[in-house]
């Protein structure tokens, strides 16, 4: 029972760099999520995948691309690190919508220098 | 605007004593509110969904409360163990969105 599996775990980018996050789950779940977490900000959703196929932008979008590449794996790309982008970014996926429930991944701590 | 306020922002307590959390909402339509457990260096965990017709609900020394006409939940954990040290993290849906709104979370610390 691996759940929402995210990689990786921890990294260390420079401004400029460009950089994939994945992410993947078992649990044959249709919509799938990633949320970045900032201390006293609270979790903010960058973009979700209602189904396979389908993607849309969320609350902060702006400097990051996703991939739904098939029903398992949705990924998160940021093209040009900015030190703004340093947060912890939480992947996770529902049956159908955040109205069921949402499992999330343990998280990629990211660092822009 | 959807909002969701939590309060307080922490909370400090010894081990077996009881506390409340509180969760204020605007959002609209509402669709339901889910309490989410976060430990440290971990990915949040749901522990219990209230929906609109519901004003009571338990998983184990967890119990949430919630009162539409209001706007207002709360999470009652009872007789608190150390592993409860963690932030509560109040979710709320909106009828017909994939976006929800959640609250900053309390950061709840047990002591022994």
């Known amino acids: 029972n691996a759940g929402v599996t995210q990689t990786p775990k921890f990294q260390v980018l420079k401004t400029g760099q460009s950089m994939t996050l994945q992410c993947a789950q078992d649990?044959?779940?249709?919509?799938m999520y990633w949320y970045r977490q900032d201390p006293g900000m609270g979790l903010r959703l960058i973009y979700y995948?209602?189904?396979?196929?389908?993607?849309d932008k969320g609350e902060v979008p702006n400097g990051y691309n996703v991939s739904r590449l098939n029903k398992r794996e949705f990924s998160l790309r940021l093209e040009s690190a900015a030190p703004s982008q340093t947060s912890v970014y939480f992947c996770?996926?529902?049956?159908?919508?955040?109205?069921?429930?949402?499992?999330f991944g343990q998280g990629t701590r990211l660092t822009v220098v | 605007k959807n909002q969701v306020e939590q309060s307080p922002q922490s909370l400090i307590i010894l081990e077996g004593k009881n506390c409340t959390l509180q969760?204020?909402?605007?959002?609209?339509?509402?669709?339901?509110l889910r309490w989410y457990k976060q430990d440290t260096g971990r990915g949040p965990v749901s522990l219990t969904i209230?929906?609109?017709?519901?004003n009571t609900k338990s998983n184990g020394r967890y119990t949430a409360t919630l009162d539409a006409d209001t706007k207002q939940s709360s999470l009652h954990i009872t007789a608190s163990q150390l592993s409860d040290s963690a932030s509560y993290i109040c979710?709320?849906?909106?009828?017909?969105?994939?976006?929800?709104?959640f609250g900053r979370g309390t950061s709840l610390i047990v002591h022994p």
């Open positions: 979710v709320v849906s909106a009828g017909g969105s994939y976006i929800p709104t």
């Open positions: 649990m044959n779940h249709n919509s």
């Open positions: 209230m929906t609109f017709s519901e």
């Open positions: 996770a996926s529902s049956e159908q919508g955040m109205n069921t429930e949402a499992f």
């Open positions: 995948s209602a189904s396979e196929g389908t993607t």
């Open positions: 969760c204020n909402y605007t959002v609209s339509p509402f669709s339901n």
